[in-house]
């Protein structure tokens, strides 16, 4: 069974509630190979079952690894206070396919529903489909997403709007807010439980640990501390990183207010109801080593269960500070290679430090700029690179191309290959708010044409791709900042 844990205190049995007259809006035929699931020539299922069961139209019985769809209990951090319990408010687990869960996001009011009608929308659903499909090819750890399943059935909103559903697939959709609901219960048993099947599934190297909670804590950190260093260097922003929105797989899950930096602001908030800027861009890192914390003290009685309570407490204390240094490792790294550098030197972080406060000076397109430094000659002169006229003060972007170059000077390979390589990490295509926005509305009028041109585009994010090269460009000034909320 996916959930590891039994019992209506943990998960309650629930069944997808019905949409009327479903359709397909979009459908992941890479998302289905991953799943073993037969696509047709028109890259939908073979088999039309598959469209009731995504709809949520209580078809499990058809599917019997699918008999025992649950909504499972978690609590968590919201905006940095103890919201106490959550819970799958409007996701159901169907059940495991192919070593992965199969979960259903706005399939209908659970036992944790609280004030909510257990529905999502069609625009938040397509945002949260391409985007786990675009996070995929560009090789971040993320939830995929198979389908999106259309209904004309109303859901109100600040207005009135349609329902989706949102088909998502992950090795295990556990949060952070799972450990922390029974930490705050004081229930070292369904700890134990759920730390156990987690060694056993996904962290087995903590098996032969002597201390495998503090091995499997510190995996958990490290694994996210990878992921954010990775969000920073393609320039991505969750939007709303509460602890029960982390995976304790290190995926990005959860897709709400996202955002993909155009003009570059460091401090750039893609949350418009986060109005502290909490979860603004540059604070992303130190976010979530805060709910690497959470997650330390949530498993301090697991550690405990060997050690008095002073010592569990310095143990974890001391593996927390691992986050910065693993992020730190994993940030150069990704930043190195955005420049095209193989070597490390100790003046590459000032390097890249002085290059980011320039773009964030002059407000340059995020994406535009990484792509076309890999267009630079080495032994070009600086006045002839292009890429200056994207700054304002010529001065210091000259100063810096200058120094750029004669660090790639050091560098042993040739200019064809080391743009080459580049060209692997410095995607031209990301899914920026604009193009989102354009399809979700050909999309409320029934078009979803769009959508499945941009999932074919940000399935192939490093390929030149002549053909869509306006995709890869930067919106123009009246589609820049298209609001996005935590309200879908
Ligand atoms: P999110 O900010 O989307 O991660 O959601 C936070 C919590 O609110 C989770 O427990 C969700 O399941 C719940 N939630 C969000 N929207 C709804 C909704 N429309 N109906 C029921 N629960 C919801
Ligand atoms: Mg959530």
New binding site residues.
């Given amino acids: 069974m996916a959930f590891p844990l039994q019992g209506d205190d943990a998960a309650r049995r629930t069944p997808p509630s019905e949409i009327s007259n479903p359709y397909w809006v979009a459908f992941s035929k890479s998302c289905a190979e991953l799943i073993n699931i037969p696509v047709a020539n028109n890259d939908l299922p073979t088999d039309h079952k598959w469209l009731e069961l995504l709809a949520g139209n209580s078809l499990e019985t058809e599917f019997h690894q699918f008999s025992n769809p649950l909504a499972t209990a978690?609590s968590?951090h919201?905006f940095g206070v103890w919201?106490g319990q959550?819970?799958?408010?409007?996701?159901i687990l169907l059940g495991d396919i192919a070593s992965q869960e199969l979960q259903l996001k706005?399939a209908g009011?659970?036992a944790?529903?609280?004030?909510?009608?257990?529905?999502?929308v069609l625009r938040s659903s397509i945002r949260e489909f391409l985007c786990s499909e675009a996070m995929h090819a560009l090789g971040i750890p993320t939830s995929r997403a198979l389908a999106v399943v259309g209904s004309k059935m109303s859901?109100m909103r600040e207005t009135r709007e349609t329902a989706a559903v949102c088909a998502r697939v992950a090795p295990s959709f556990i949060r952070i807010?799972h450990f922390e609901h029974y930490s705050s219960l004081e229930n070292t048993g369904r700890l134990k439980e759920l730390a156990d099947d987690l060694i056993e599934k996904h962290y087995p190297e903590c098996h032969n640990s002597i201390e495998p909670y503090l091995e499997l804590f510190k995996s958990m950190s490290n694994k996210n501390a990878t992921l954010v260093a990775k969000w920073q260097a393609v320039g991505f922003c969750h939007g709303?990183l509460?602890s029960?929105?982390i995976s304790v797989l290190g995926l990005t899950i959860?897709y709400?207010p996202f955002g993909f930096l155009d003009q570059f602001q460091i401090d750039h908030i893609c949350n418009h109801s986060d109005h502290s800027g909490r979860y603004a861009f540059h604070r992303q890192p130190q976010i979530m080593h805060w709910n690497m914390a959470c997650l330390a003290s949530a498993m301090l009685p697991l550690v405990e269960l060997n050690h008095s309570s002073v010592e569990a407490q310095e143990l974890l204390k001391s593996a927390l500070e691992s986050f910065p240094i693993i992020f730190a490792e994993e940030w150069q790294k990704g930043f190195r290679d955005k420049l095209g550098l193989q070597t490390a030197e100790e003046m590459d972080i000032r390097l890249i430090e002085r290059l980011l406060q320039l773009m964030h000076d002059s407000g340059v397109d995020y994406t535009s700029l990484f792509r076309s430094l890999g267009d630079i000659d080495k032994d070009a002169a600086v006045v002839n690179i292009s890429l200056r006229d994207h700054f304002i003060d010529r001065g210091t972007i000259d100063l810096w191309l200058q120094d750029y170059l004669a660090r790639l000077s050091r560098e042993s390979v040739d200019d064809e290959t080391r743009q080459a390589l580049m060209n692997t990490v410095n995607p031209k295509y990301v899914l920026r708010n604009h193009l989102a926005q354009r399809a979700i509305e050909l999309a409320q009028q029934d078009d979803f044409s769009e959508v499945h041109k941009l999932l074919k585009i940000l399935s192939n994010p490093f390929g030149e791709q002549p053909e869509h090269h306006q995709y890869s460009q930067a919106p123009a000034d009246h589609v820049r900042a298209i609001p996005v909320s935590?309200?879908?």
């Fill in positions: 978690y968590g919201q919201a959550l819970g799958d408010g409007r996701a706005g009011k659970t944790y529903s609280r004030m909510g009608d257990g529905r999502a859901v807010g709303v509460n029960d929105n959860d709400g935590c309200s879908s």
